[in-house]
């Protein structure tokens, strides 16, 4: 690769662009709201939602010094991280917080990373970070799930032009913005019904003693509020 090829490749990554006009930022966030309220096509699409979440688990949990073991994503969009360390103390909390706040967080920081222009950047860091949740998979319809994913977002970064690498890229975050918010009313649901018994928010009140309704309340919190300020930040950039 000569100097100047360097140089261009450097300046399309860490360069930003104007942002698109806000019919697309508003159509994009549409077209995300019909790929999550449809059932039928929420449980494709959830696919996507679950490798935030469990990867979620993952960072966290290397984050405070546990040890990942793997991850596996499922066909009926479920998925398990395991990790190994102490089964109580707080890195096994933050570790079982993480799952259902994540794709909330990553749709927020990627709100913020295009209100400043940076749309190359911000797809490539998603691809980096699917690279990376590709090492720890322990199955093969969770590693394909992430080889997809992954893949669409380096042809899109690599081939598209502006336009579409915008739209794609606004679609992504109003998704993980948007998508973020359903799952921990699922998981009210379906507690209601006595059909979570061992989900994160029970896990979590056996490990800290809170009772599990208010950590669905820290879920709910989180998601609406990263909704809220990201959603503010697409539609003012």
Request: charged share 10%.
């Amino acid at each position: 690769m000569d100097s100047t090829t360097a140089t261009d490749l450097w300046d399309r990554l860490a360069g930003s662009q104007p942002g698109p006009s806000v019919w697309t930022v508003v159509g994009t966030g549409l077209v995300a709201l019909a790929a999550i309220v449809p059932p039928r096509v929420w449980r494709v699409t959830r696919n996507a939602i679950t490798i935030a979440h469990e990867g979620g688990h993952g960072l966290v949990a290397l984050l405070s010094g546990r040890t990942l073991d793997g991850i596996r994503l499922h066909s009926d969009t479920s998925g398990l991280t395991v990790s190994r360390g102490r089964p109580t103390g707080f890195g096994m909390v933050l570790t079982a917080a993480a799952g259902y706040p994540a794709p909330s967080l990553l749709g927020l920081a990627g709100a913020w990373a295009l209100s400043t222009g940076h749309v190359t950047a911000l797809l490539w860091v998603a691809a980096a970070l699917l690279a990376a949740m590709l090492v720890m998979i322990r199955n093969a319809y969770g590693a394909l799930t992430v080889v997809l994913t992954g893949a669409a977002f380096v042809l899109v970064s690599w081939l598209a032009g502006p336009e579409v690498r915008a739209a794609f890229a606004y679609g992504v975050v109003w998704f993980l913005l948007l998508g973020g918010v359903r799952p921990s009313f699922e998981l009210q649901r379906k507690r209601r019904y006595g059909a979570a018994a061992d989900s994160d928010a029970d896990q979590l009140g056996r490990l800290t003693g809170v009772t599990p309704v208010l950590w669905l309340l820290f879920f709910h919190t989180v998601a609406l509020a990263s909704l809220l300020a990201g959603g503010n930040w697409l539609l003012q950039g």
